[in-house]
């Protein structure tokens, strides 16, 4: 059975950092790329990140040069570190696998499946 599985949501202070996890079962992820994506309350799921196969990588201009993503094949993880949190970061955040071969992207997640069921995260004084 394919899975995937979100951990390490919570509640910060802005400025503070978290890293997420999206732990993959019932197939070979490291023959895909896996993204992360999020959605707050009455907005729509968009794309955050993503990294591929080959460990390229790609970020929503809302948090690039403050989230980092990485995988470790051994874990079947991928992790997403973000630092610098904002109140506007506040979400529940998802992990998917890209469904097609070659570089991912994030702007579409209809173009992922197999989604975790997601992990809050809250930034908040």
């Known amino acids: 059975q394919v899975q995937l599985v979100e951990s390490g949501g919570d509640l910060v202070q802005p400025g503070g950092s978290l890293r997420l996890s999206c732990v993959a079962s019932g197939f070979t992820s490291d023959d895909y790329a896996i993204g992360w994506f999020r959605q707050a309350p009455g907005k729509e799921r968009e794309g955050v990140s993503c990294?591929?196969?080959?460990?390229?990588?790609s970020f929503a201009g809302s948090v690039k040069g403050r989230f980092t993503i990485s995988r470790d094949n051994a874990r079947k993880t991928v992790y997403l570190q973000m630092n610098s949190l904002k109140p506007e970061d506040t979400a529940v955040y998802y992990c998917?696998?890209?469904?097609?071969?070659?570089?991912?992207?994030?702007?579409?997640?209809?173009?992922?499946?197999?989604w975790g069921q997601g992990t809050q995260v809250s930034v908040s004084s």
């Open positions: 998917g696998r890209w469904r097609w071969t070659g570089r991912c992207s994030i702007d579409h997640s209809v173009d992922y499946t197999n």
């Open positions: 990294i591929d196969s080959s460990d390229r990588t």
